[in-house]
């Protein structure tokens, strides 16, 4: 099959890349060329404009930061000319309204339009294993299955276009709020001398342990978040978005409405484009080489 992949970032060359695996005929745009130039190597097509990778695809794959760059790379008379026919599969993380709205003015410019966004960082991409949750009608989520199953296999059917997106943003703020959580009880037990390891052992054998604690536990204990599974700055534009859905939904969110700061921070502490687990420097920002815990109390009241 003709795909076109549209934004080829950390997550669309990958896809691109695994499609072209799977034996699919790949082109790619992306708007800062030299993001596609690895794929170049390859041997799969880049195109020098939208219109271009989108003439003789069956579909494209939008792989974008938002719903405004969406829209961006799909304006104009030259794009609308070629869009008719096509279906377009929305795979980034946007808002339930934001994929409804693009629902109706694709379908309008003659378009089927699916929402699949995805769980999983580029190692499942190219091991094929994504969580991929699909938001269209049924028929044409038996339509597009077979071509998701290349990036994760049993892609989930989820309901109506914006049901996806919905369960997108659910799970990304319990990205957040993971590694929040976990980043201030580990800087914590630090911090008061407690054995770091048997935290980790008695957190292991608790109902209160997650996988990715001991995913991100290595890059913590490094402070080293290059090569990212997901960036800082992306996480800050979806924990924002989902604020705003879950005002709009008449939820509370004051229990994340503190992350944003802190992943604000993080990006001025020039990690806004490594792994979210850098908002452990806001969190727990390194202490100089002379600083040590205070010692425990002594119980019987006497100073050391």
Same mark, same amino acid.
């Given at each position: 099959?003709?795909v076109?992949? @549209?934004g !080829?970032?950390l997550?669309?060359?990958?896809?691109?890349?695994?499609?072209?695996?799977?034996?699919h005929?790949?082109?790619v745009?992306?708007?800062t060329?030299a993001?596609?130039a690895?794929l170049a190597?390859l041997?799969?097509?880049?195109?020098?404009?939208?219109?271009?990778?989108?003439?003789?695809?069956a579909c494209?794959?939008l /792989?974008l930061s938002?719903?405004?760059?969406?829209?961006s790379m799909?304006?104009?008379?030259?794009?609308?000319?070629? @869009?008719g026919g096509?279906?377009?599969?929305q795979?980034? !993380?946007?808002g339930?309204a934001?994929?409804r709205? @693009?629902?109706?003015?694709?379908?309008a410019?003659?378009?089927?339009? @699916?929402?699949?966004p995805?769980l999983?960082?580029?190692a499942?991409v190219?091991?094929g294993?994504?969580?991929?949750m699909?938001?269209?009608?049924?028929?044409?989520?038996e339509?597009w299955? *077979?071509?998701?199953?290349?990036?994760g296999?049993d *892609?989930? =059917?989820?309901?109506p276009?914006?049901s996806?997106?919905?369960?997108?943003l659910a799970?990304?703020? %319990?990205?957040a709020?993971h590694?929040?959580a976990f980043?201030?009880?580990l800087?914590? /037990?630090a911090? !008061?001398g /407690?054995?770091? $390891? %048997? =935290?980790?052992?008695?957190l292991?054998?608790?109902?209160?342990?997650?996988?990715m =604690?001991?995913?991100?536990y290595?890059?913590?204990e490094?402070?080293?978040?290059e090569? *990212?599974n =997901?960036s800082?700055r992306h996480l800050?534009?979806d924990?924002?978005?989902?604020?705003? $859905?879950?005002?709009a939904a008449?939820?509370?969110?004051?229990?994340?409405?503190g /992350? #944003?700061s802190?992943?604000?921070?993080?990006i001025?502490?020039?990690?806004?484009d490594?792994?979210?687990?850098a908002v452990f420097?806001?969190?727990?920002?390194?202490p100089? *080489?002379?600083?040590?815990?205070e010692?425990?109390?002594? #119980?019987s009241?006497?100073r050391?």
């Amino acid at each position: 099959m003709n795909v076109a992949v @549209l934004g !080829t970032g950390l997550m669309g060359r990958a896809m691109a890349e695994r499609l072209a695996a799977c034996g699919h005929q790949v082109v790619v745009y992306n708007r800062t060329p030299a993001k596609s130039a690895p794929l170049a190597r390859l041997g799969i097509e880049v195109a020098a404009t939208t219109q271009g990778a989108l003439q003789q695809a069956a579909c494209a794959l939008l /792989v974008l930061s938002d719903a405004a760059a969406i829209r961006s790379m799909l304006s104009g008379a030259e794009v609308a000319a070629v @869009l008719g026919g096509k279906a377009v599969i929305q795979m980034g !993380t946007i808002g339930p309204a934001e994929s409804r709205g @693009l629902l109706r003015d694709l379908s309008a410019a003659g378009c089927r339009y @699916l929402e699949a966004p995805v769980l999983g960082s580029s190692a499942e991409v190219q091991a094929g294993r994504l969580i991929v949750m699909v938001g269209s009608r049924a028929d044409e989520y038996e339509q597009w299955a *077979p071509l998701l199953s290349c990036l994760g296999s049993d *892609p989930e =059917f989820i309901g109506p276009v914006g049901s996806a997106a919905a369960l997108k943003l659910a799970l990304n703020q %319990l990205i957040a709020s993971h590694i929040v959580a976990f980043s201030l009880s580990l800087g914590y /037990v630090a911090r !008061t001398g /407690v054995s770091v $390891e %048997l =935290f980790r052992k008695v957190l292991g054998r608790s109902a209160l342990s997650a996988p990715m =604690f001991e995913k991100k536990y290595p890059r913590l204990e490094r402070r080293r978040y290059e090569n *990212p599974n =997901f960036s800082v700055r992306h996480l800050l534009k979806d924990v924002r978005l989902f604020l705003g $859905e879950a005002e709009a939904a008449g939820l509370d969110g004051r229990s994340l409405g503190g /992350v #944003p700061s802190l992943l604000e921070r993080a990006i001025e502490l020039h990690h806004g484009d490594d792994d979210y687990s850098a908002v452990f420097e806001a969190i727990n920002p390194n202490p100089s *080489p002379d600083s040590s815990p205070e010692p425990p109390p002594d #119980p019987s009241g006497r100073r050391s």
